[in-house]
């Protein structure tokens, strides 16, 4: 059972917050996995909480990448979700997401897997609401062609 596009579309228009934070803290492992740093653009806050340096957590949910199933049987029923590779996101040096909070427990959340691994922050989204992508996961080129190299030892010291 595939998702509607339009579902995508509509988690980010009615998600309370879109940001773009700096990775300060990236993913070791796959799965759900915490991701944090700095605000660094408010491109929507319905809640009125935040501000540009405030340091946010959050978790998302990644994969390490492997050779394609050759046999990947059939569709899996029940809820589909989408996740970033999570060599995207050692990659990436900012992370644009939509967010929920949850008063209860004082938590952010990613609204449906809605991020996108960016190498620098932006004036404007990269997925925007109410814009032409029917997915909510991104990545962008620049952080796709950084993550397909191959490690070097210089790639330690350039972030």
């Given at each position: 059972?595939?998702i ?5 579309r509509?988690?980010r228009?009615?998600a ?10 990236k ?5 759900e ?5 700095p605000?660094v653009?408010?491109f929507?806050?319905r ?6 340096g405030?340091?946010l ?28 590779d999570?060599a ?5 040096r900012?992370l644009?997401?939509y ?7 004082n ?5 449906w ?11 404007a ?5 109410g814009?032409e992508?029917?997915?909510g996961v991104?990545v962008?080129?620049?952080?796709l062609s950084?993550a ?12």
């Open positions: 059972m595939a509607n596009p339009e579902y995508w509509r988690a228009d009615e309370p917050i879109h940001v773009q934070i700096r990775l300060d803290t993913p070791a492992r796959a799965g996995s915490k991701v944090a740093g605000v653009r408010i929507r806050d809640t009125g909480m935040l501000k540009i405030d340091k957590a959050f978790e998302v949910s990644c994969y390490v990448s492997g050779p394609p199933d050759p046999n990947p049987g059939p569709p899996m029923p029940g809820r589909q979700s989408v996740s970033l999570i995207w996101l050692q990659a990436a900012f644009e997401a967010l929920d909070f949850d008063p209860a427990k938590t952010f959340h990613v609204a897997e809605q991020a996108t691994a960016l190498w620098r922050k932006t004036d989204p990269v997925n925007p609401a814009g992508s029917p997915y991104q962008t080129e620049e952080v950084r397909s190299r191959p490690k070097s030892l210089w790639s330690r010291f350039v972030r």
